[in-house]
């Protein structure tokens, strides 16, 4: 109705058609994943190339591997930004082969297990926070390819930031608690307790056992600060030029040891729903696509009428 108001109009679309039998559609906004519909998608972006697709599949693509997610952030080689130190385990028989040399020097347990594949199913949010080469090797209920990632106390806060178009917004949010030195001695040297899922955690957490703290609280007793909004501004915009898409936000921690930051997770399309006034939000993102391409329309234009002067002349 917001949208109505201010000359919007969103029609559903038939994704058993031809796209290019539909409409005609100014933009299409979508979050499908399958080969059929990019290249529906793609049939209609060539024929249709005034009008504008949120978002290419193939810049979507990219936050699909958690590997290739987290690449753009060394791209824009902002200071004090970074990704934490990860590996892949492709197989079954990879992952029960290793050993503890194959663990570079600067990863050490606890780590964080995740799917390699970030498609939206169910299995791609089973992640475990894995103490000991055990867990990791003979306890673990993910099944490979996975992602083994170095966990970092960050004082069990979160950054989220929203980012849609030119509109920024970071808002902070609960996360992992700290782990203490004992809790990790305590759990690497106990039979069967060498890796919790992060559901077993957060039950952890509301029952107070020891070693878990609910508490957003870094080493020196603080609470996290938000960071500077000229910093996260910068990582957004250059997080969108070089991954190529409109709608997406991205996953912030503050390291517990140090003023640095690193990028977890990026995802295509978020639920704004969950930000205020989501609705004013969204249009105004809507009307600046619009914005945009009338103001290609008139600079084509611009430039036809002076190719027809230079003929005529």
């Known amino acids: 109705m917001y949208a109505k108001q201010h000359g919007i109009c969103f029609v559903p679309i038939d994704v058993s058609k031809p796209l290019t039998d539909q409409g005609p559609f100014d933009c299409i906004i979508h979050k499908l994943y399958d080969h059929e519909w990019n290249l529906n998608l793609e049939n209609f972006f060539h024929s249709h190339p005034k009008a504008t697709v949120i978002d290419r599949p193939a810049a979507i693509q990219r936050l699909h591997n958690r590997i290739s997610m987290l690449q753009p952030i060394t791209q824009i080689n902002i200071p004090n930004l970074n990704i934490p130190k990860q590996f892949v385990v492709q197989d079954s028989q990879s992952l029960k082969s290793l050993n503890i040399n194959d663990f570079a020097r600067d990863i050490n347990f ?14 791609a949010h089973s992640m475990s926070l894995v103490f000991n080469l055990e867990g990791l090797t003979k306890r673990l209920e993910l099944d490979p390819p996975i992602v083994v990632q ?21 808002v902070k949010r609960s996360s992992l608690p700290d782990v203490s030195k004992e809790t990790i001695d305590k759990m690497a040297l106990e039979s069967g307790t060498g890796v919790m899922s992060f559901s077993q955690i957060s039950s952890a957490v509301i029952a107070g056992d ?10 020196s007793g603080e609470k996290p600060k938000m960071p500077e909004p000229e910093f996260v501004e910068e990582v957004a915009k250059g997080l969108k030029e070089v991954i190529g898409l409109h709608l997406f936000n991205f996953d912030m921690i503050r390291d517990g040891k140090s003023d640095g ?18 609705e004013s939000l969204m249009v105004d993102f809507f009307m600046k696509i619009k914005k945009m391409q009338d103001e290609k329309k008139m600079m084509k234009k611009e ?9 005529q002349s």
């Open 110 to 123: 606890p780590v964080i297990v995740k799917p390699l594949l970030a498609n939206g199913t169910n299995t």
């Open 150 to 170: 170095q966990f970092v106390n960050h004082g069990g806060v979160l950054f989220k930031v929203y980012v849609a178009g030119d509109y920024v917004k970071c």
């Open 210 to 219: 020891d070693g878990w703290s609910n508490s957003s609280c870094n080493n």
């Open 261 to 278: 930051y690193y990028v977890v997770d990026i995802n295509y399309f978020p639920g704004y729903e969950k930000l205020p006034c989501y």
């Open 303 to 311: 430039n036809d009428d002076e190719e027809v002067d230079k003929t």
